[in-house]
C-alpha cells in the first residue's frame, strides 16, 4: 500500500474504514469528529441511508451514458431543482464533476456569450487577492491564492486581481462599515478602467471568501454596489459559491443574503455532500438566449458530465436537506457555535477574530490581539494546529497565508448540517485540546 501519490510525501494519512453520522472511523477504531467536512463538503454526515440508497437504485437502472448521445432523467429533475431555488434570472444548469471544473466551465461560457454577442476583444477577467477558484491552470491563474500558485506561475495566465473585502484588516479606524464597502468595491471600477472596459469579460468572486482567507462574509452593501459597477461596464458577475452555496451560509444561495443576482453561479462541495463528486455551473437567460440563438452550441464537454450516478446522488442530498428543514438547522446550530467560540475565546491573547455565515466559521489567530500581528510564517500553525487537532479525534481545517499569501493563519468549521448540542459541546473540548498542544510549539 504505498503506491499513491499522497498529498504529502513525507507522510501518509490514516486509513479511513467508515463513517457514522457526524464521525468518520479509521482502521485502528479511532473516531474523529467531522467538524469541516473534509473541505466544507459533507453537509449530511457520512451514513446517510436514503442518498446511498438512490446511488444503488441508479446504478441498477443505468450507471453511465455519455450527455453527446442521451440526457438522464435524474440530471433533468436535478437541474430543475437547483433552477427552482436560485434566483429568478438562473435559467440553464451545466452539471459537471466538481468545483474546479464549474469554475472553468463559467470562465468560458462568459468568454463565448461575448463571442455570440459580437465583443470578441473582451478576453480578461479580474477576480480578488486571497480569493480561491480552483486547481485548473485557468482558474488557478485568474484567482488570488498565492501559495497554491507559486510553482505553476510560469505557465498561469495573468491575473488581474483587486484587494478583498476583509474588513477585520482593510477597515480603516473610524470607517462605517458601509463607507468600507462602497470604498473596497469600487476597487472594482478603478481596475476596469485601468484595464479598459472594452476588454473585461467578468468578475469572479467568492460571496463569503472560504479557504484561502477563512471565513469572510463581505461588509453590507458590498456586493450591491460591484453588481452595479458591473452593469454600468457590462461585465458578468460570477458567483463562486463553491465552498460557501448550497446551504452552507444558511440559505441555499448565499448570493440571495446579498440581494444581487449574478449572472454565472457555480457550486459543488455540498451539492453531493461528498457522497459522489458533482459540481454545477447555472447561468443565466440573457447568456443562455446568446448561445441558443447565435452558434447554438457550448464548445466545451468533459466526458462525465451530468453522469447519472452523480446527479441521483445529488438530488438525493438536496431532497434530504429540504425533508428534513437542515437548513434551519444550519442557521440554529451556526448561530450557537460561533456565539459559544466568542464568549469561550473573547479574551483568548492569540485568537483575532471569530467570523462567519451559518455553519460556515473562520477563526483568525495572531501573535498579539491588539495590533492583529500575525504569527511568523516561520512558525507552522496551521500544520501543528491540524496534527493536534487529530490527535484528539478532531477534524478542522487549518490555513496558513491568511493576509497576503505569506502571512497569517486561520481555521475553517464547516460541520455538517446535522451537528447538534452535544456535537458542539464535543467539539469545543476538543478544539481547546488542539489549540492547546498547538501554541505550545511556538
Not at 138 to 144: A, D, Q, R
Amino acid at each position: 500500500m504505498n503506491h499513491i501519490l499522497h498529498r504529502h510525501s513525507h507522510s501518509a494519512p490514516p486509513e479511513i474504514a467508515r463513517g457514522d453520522g457526524v464521525y468518520l472511523l479509521d482502521t485502528h477504531g479511532k473516531r474523529y469528529l467531522d467538524a469541516c467536512g473534509g473541505a466544507a463538503v459533507s453537509c449530511l454526515g457520512h451514513s446517510n441511508q436514503v442518498v446511498k440508497d438512490a446511488i444503488k437504485k441508479q446504478i441498477d437502472d443505468i450507471p453511465f451514458a455519455h450527455t453527446a448521445f442521451f440526457t438522464s432523467g435524474v440530471a433533468e429533475q436535478l437541474a430543475e431543482k437547483l433552477v427552482q431555488d436560485a434566483p429568478p434570472n438562473i435559467d440553464k444548469v451545466y452539471l459537471v464533476t466538481g468545483g474546479s471544473e464549474a469554475n472553468e466551465t463559467a470562465l468560458k461560457l462568459a468568454r463565448q456569450y461575448f463571442v455570440e454577442i459580437d465583443e470578441p476583444q473582451r478576453k480578461l477577467f479580474i477576480a480578488r487577492e486571497q480569493s480561491y477558484h480552483g486547481n485548473t491552470i485557468t482558474t488557478l491563474g485568474i484567482g488570488g491564492n498565492e501559495w497554491r500558485k507559486q510553482t505553476f506561475k510560469p505557465i498561469l495566465p495573468a491575473a488581474h486581481l483587486i484587494p478583498p473585502c476583509y474588513a477585520y484588516r482593510h477597515q480603516a479606524d473610524g470607517e462605517t462599515e458601509q463607507a468600507y464597502a462602497q470604498r473596497s468595491a469600487n476597487q472594482l471600477e478603478k481596475k476596469i478602467l485601468e484595464l479598459g472596459a472594452e476588454n473585461v469579460i467578468g468578475f469572479i468572486a467568492e460571496p463569503v471568501v472560504g479557504a484561502t482567507m477563512g471565513v469572510v462574509p463581505p461588509a453590507e452593501g458590498y456586493f450591491k454596489r460591484i453588481r452595479e459597477i458591473c452593469d454600468q461596464y457590462g461585465v458578468l458577475l460570477i458567483a463562486d459559491e463553491i465552498m460557501c452555496g448550497m446551504g452552507r451560509c444558511g440559505t441555499k444561495y448565499t448570493c440571495t443574503q446579498e440581494n444581487f443576482s449574478p449572472d454565472i453561479i457555480t457550486i459543488a462541495k455540498g451539492l453531493g455532500g461528498g457522497y459522489q463528486p458533482i459540481g454545477a455551473t447555472l447561468l443565466s437567460k440573457k447568456i443562455n438566449d446568446a448561445i441558443s440563438s447565435g452558434s447554438g452550441f457550448f464548445q466545451h464537454g468533459h466526458t462525465y458530465l451530468a453522469h447519472p450516478c452523480v446527479c441521483a446522488a445529488a438530488l438525493a442530498v438536496q431532497q434530504e436537506i429540504d425533508a428534513h428543514s437542515l437548513i434551519d438547522n444550519v442557521n440554529q446550530q451556526g448561530n450557537k457555535l460561533i456565539e459559544a467560540l466568542r464568549s469561550v475565546y473573547a479574551a483568548h491573547p492569540n485568537i483575532g477574530d471569530i467570523r462567519g455565515r451559518g455553519l460556515f466559521i473562520g477563526i483568525e489567530f495572531v501573535e498579539d490581539k491588539i495590533s492583529k500581528k500575525p504569527f511568523s510564517p516561520s512558525f507552522a500553525l496551521h500544520t501543528h494546529l491540524k496534527k493536534a487537532a487529530m490527535e484528539a479525534g478532531l477534524m478542522i481545517y487549518p490555513g496558513a497565508g491568511t493576509i497576503d499569501g505569506r502571512h497569517g493563519h486561520h481555521a475553517l468549521i464547516a460541520p455538517s448540517f446535522i451537528f447538534e448540542d452535544q456535537h458542539i459541546d464535543e467539539f469545543l473540548e476538543k478544539f481547546d485540546v488542539a489549540l492547546n498542544g498547538a501554541l505550545k510549539q511556538a
